[in-house]
């Protein structure tokens, strides 16, 4: 489009669309700057007579759920264990990524784009450690970029349980051994955990489209990666963890987003808190 050829009615249905794929947070972001560019149009630049982008609305989150999507033990084990089986006619079969990705996700409560961003560097295999300091914005119809993460918070150090040390080693080795063994298989120049097979950073839609696919095959809910971040806190606080703890391990701007975004969680946790308490006081 021609600046001069962008109607408000025109604007507002690419924000309507933009809505079907990502947050009102995240959309109102991008209109903030869209209309910070067409201000700019007409009192610096007089290329246009108005801004389209004035009075423009966007559309809002529904009434949010109390109910927080995730995978029970149960359902998890099965989701898992039926991407490891390998798939008659899938082209690059040798490879554990997508195995090792969902993993991570369900044992570090790793945003997706957290995880498509990493790289080796960011793992410290001695201490069992993982930095997140970046994440991969996949923009529709645009070019990807890295980003700073979400919110200061966001920027951690997760420790890893042995399990996802070994299989992230394991990744590793397996990366070596699905370059020997497919020749259209392209290591990445970024040093990537994960990627496509030209070496590009996966598309977060096809992980999305993949892993739906996976909960289809394995008879579970059908949810989205992001379902993975959810599982992680859910089965923290059932063990148990501390609150505080489970906020940090997130990156969550305060512990106030963990409780609230966990209510019926965090509320089972004060029930038995509570009967400990009455029991002790018995004693």
Request: proline share 4%.
């Amino acid at each position: 489009y021609r600046l001069k050829d962008i109607t408000r009615k025109e604007y507002q249905q690419w924000i309507n669309e933009l809505r079907k794929h990502y947050s009102e947070g995240t959309v109102r972001r991008i209109h903030s700057i869209m209309s910070s560019a067409l201000d700019d149009a007409v009192h610096e630049f007089n290329i246009l007579l108005e801004n389209p982008a004035k009075k423009i609305k966007i559309p809002k989150d529904a009434e949010k759920s109390s109910k927080v999507n995730h995978f029970t033990r149960e359902e998890l084990g099965k989701f898992l264990d039926t991407i490891k089986k390998p798939v008659k006619h899938a082209k690059y079969q040798h490879s554990i990524q997508y195995y090792v990705l969902f993993s991570l996700l369900a044992r570090t409560g790793l945003r997706i784009g957290e995880a498509l961003a990493l790289t080796w560097n960011d793992i410290d295999f001695e201490k069992g450690v993982l930095t997140v300091n970046k994440t991969l914005v996949y923009p529709l119809n645009s070019a990807p970029y890295i980003s700073t993460p979400k919110s200061k918070k966001s920027e951690r150090t997760i420790k890893l349980d042995a399990h996802t040390v070994k299989l992230l080693k394991k990744q590793r080795i397996n990366r070596k051994e699905v370059y020997l063994r497919y020749p259209d298989y392209k290591p990445s120049d970024k040093n990537l955990v994960f990627h496509q097979h030209d070496g590009r950073w996966l598309r977060t839609n096809v992980v999305r489209d993949y892993f739906k696919t996976v909960c289809k095959r394995a008879g579970v809910p059908i949810l989205s990666p992001h379902a993975l971040r959810h599982t992680h806190a859910v089965h923290l606080l059932e063990a148990g963890a501390n609150i505080k703890y489970v906020s940090e391990r997130l990156g969550h701007a305060s512990v106030k987003v963990t409780a609230d975004t966990y209510l019926h969680v965090t509320r089972k946790i004060e029930d038995a808190a509570l009967e400990l308490y009455q029991k002790y006081l018995k004693n």
